[in-house]
């Protein structure tokens, strides 16, 4: 499965984004999508996952209340609409898919796009 993300670019505070992730054919359906970010100097954190059927999302506290997770199992797409941006949400933002539920943990996730840059300045 390939991931392709986009969508990022640098914006100010309070502002909106929403990043895409498109995977290549092969049951899209079937695999619980995730976003995570690795600020610089930092690891790489959960950010947010969505079960195939979208039924069951999860979201780390921080974001909570200003991004949503979505997809399209038809387009072969997972979203990240944020809102209301903040300059800790900085980093490079990276989807993630796994054969399955859901899952917060990295080490979960067998498929990685190859991240998108997201900058919010203050």
């Known amino acids: 499965v390939l991931l392709q993300a986009s969508g990022g670019g640098l914006v100010q505070a309070g502002d909106s984004l929403r990043l895409s992730c498109a995977a290549s054919p092969l049951a899209f359906a079937a695999y619980g999508m995730a976003w995570f970010r690795r600020a610089p100097g930092k690891a790489r954190d959960f950010v947010s996952t969505i079960s195939g059927n979208s039924r069951i999302t999860y979201y780390t506290d921080s974001v909570k209340g200003r991004f949503t997770i979505s997809r399209d199992n038809a387009k072969n797409t997972v979203y990240l609409q944020m809102n209301s941006l903040k300059p800790e949400d900085t980093a490079v933002y990276y989807c993630?898919?796994?054969?399955?539920?859901?899952?917060?943990?990295?080490?979960?996730?067998?498929?990685w796009g190859q991240g998108t840059q997201v900058t919010v300045s203050s």
């Open positions: 993630a898919g796994k054969i399955g539920g859901t899952a917060t943990t990295a080490t979960e996730y067998t498929f």
